[in-house]
């Protein structure tokens, strides 16, 4: 690889930073949307050193070719030892390749059925006031990781009875009882997802993946609300919804 293929790879990875970040919300499948500004800008930069790279060596070339043969001689390699990068280095046209043909999918079920699951707040707090909310019209529109935080907390058992609605997408169940409707949550990138689900019984499985709005009400376990491994929701009715741009909380 010479210095004008470096200089390429250069843009191009620039090129592939700007154009999931510009023209398309791709990046909201492996970070959080706030890292828009820095991914931007350091495509910037890349694009920039790339350009300048090319355009030095093709100065470079230029000014060899104006000096003659001399020049010619004086930078040959017979020796069979180059100047430029091993071979190994057009392995950086990997992650150009990757976003531009084959782009990787947002993290889905086999993440969520092997990451860890959200752990308990260590603060178990006093559960949510549903007061306001409880007379109105219409189920409550949470997050699923709304919704588990509160069943972690809700001492009182205030939700229960509730309609509320829930967005993810389909897991199996590795135990066997029922699936799991899911997302993951991650605080930088999806290299640290972590996942919240609630377990469903009462519907057949849906295809794994596919995404779903449901609308339904917790069931409280029998013992302390803190104790529950999974939180259990009884679906009244769902529909399959389309993927969210941006699929994690």
Sequence with gaps: MNRIAQGIVLALLGAGALSSTVVS?????????GFRPFLIAAGAVLIGLGAAVVAA????????????????SCCSTG?????????????????VLAVFVVAPPALGSYTAENAATAAPPRDGGEGADFEEVAGGSGPVEMKVQEFVVRAWTDEKRTMEGLTIRLTGFAVPNPDGEGWYLARLQMACCAADAIVNRVLITNRPEPPEDSWWRVEGTWQPPEGPVQDARDHRFEVESMEEVDNPPDPYE
């Design 79 to 95: 020796d069979g030892h180059g100047h430029g990068a091993p071979r190994v280095a057009w392995l950086l046209l990997l992650p």
């Design 25 to 33: 919300d791709l990046y909201l499948n492996y970070v959080q949307p």
């Design 57 to 72: 060596e093709a100065r470079s070339a230029l000014a060899g070719r104006d000096d003659g043969a001399g020049a010619d």
